[in-house]
């Protein structure tokens, strides 16, 4: 999901995905909304997806899954 005005909102907006059908672990909250304080000590490296074989999402998780593969 794009990034949202609060934590609560982001949570709100989970779940009426979820209603409508979709599977929970497909649903990424922003990191931005995680971030305790805007830490910049926060691992982002799992907000991302691979479409079509590409990965896409933030620098590190991007960084992190060719390390892996």
């Given at each position: ?45 799992y907000?991302?997806?691979?479409l ?18």
């Amino acid at each position: 999901m794009s990034e949202c005005i609060s934590l609560d909102v982001a949570n709100s907006r989970k779940q009426e995905l979820i209603s409508i059908g979709l599977d929970e672990s497909i649903i990424k909250i922003h990191p931005n909304n995680l971030k305790p304080n805007n830490s910049e000590l926060f691992d982002d490296s799992y907000y991302g997806a691979k479409l079509l074989g590409s990965y896409i999402g933030t620098e590190s998780y991007i960084s992190k899954q060719l390390k892996t593969k």
